[in-house]
Every structure is written in C-alpha cells, then in structure tokens.
C-alpha cells in the first residue's frame, strides 16, 4: 500500500505542471486531469486500505522508504 501511495503522489504532482501548461495556451487539460484523477485514485484507495490510514508527517518516510526499496 505505501508504494501505491508514493506513486499515485508522484503521478498526482508530475501532472499539475501539464494543467498549467494546457491552460496557458487556453487549451482544455484533458490528459492531465485525467492523469490527475488516477493520481489522486491510487492514493485514496491506498490510505482506505490501510488501517488507520496516513498522516502527513508519515509522507516524507513513506517516500524515503520506496526509495530505499528501489535502490
């Protein structure tokens, strides 16, 4: 679960300069709101899944420990 939650996060953030871009050119976001949807659905389903769910403070660690997991 704290993998699906690091990358819907990263997914969620990679997707807003996409929508500022788009609406600079008065362009309809379409991808990246889509982009931003799925974002935003992997992290809800993975702190409903977790008992207790997240906290803020718990973020930092949960990105430093999928790090720690790639490398």
Same mark, same amino acid.
């Given at each position: $679960? &704290? %993998? /699906?939650? *690091?990358?819907?996060?990263?997914? =969620?953030?990679?997707?807003? !300069? %996409?929508?500022? %871009?788009?609406? %600079?050119?008065?362009? *309809?976001?379409?991808?990246? =709101?889509?982009? /931003? #949807? /799925?974002?935003?659905? $992997? $992290?809800?389903?993975?702190?409903?899944?977790?008992?207790?769910?997240?906290?803020? &403070?718990?973020? !930092?660690?949960?990105?430093?420990? /999928? *790090? =720690?997991? #790639? #490398?």
């Amino acid at each position: $679960m &704290d %993998s /699906l939650f *690091v990358i819907g996060l990263f997914i =969620a953030v990679m997707a807003v !300069p %996409s929508i500022v %871009s788009a609406w %600079s050119d008065n362009e *309809v976001p379409r991808v990246a =709101a889509i982009v /931003l #949807i /799925l974002g935003g659905g $992997m $992290m809800v389903w993975a702190h409903t899944h977790k008992p207790g769910g997240y906290h803020f &403070d718990e973020i !930092p660690h949960l990105i430093y420990k /999928l *790090v =720690a997991k #790639i #490398i």
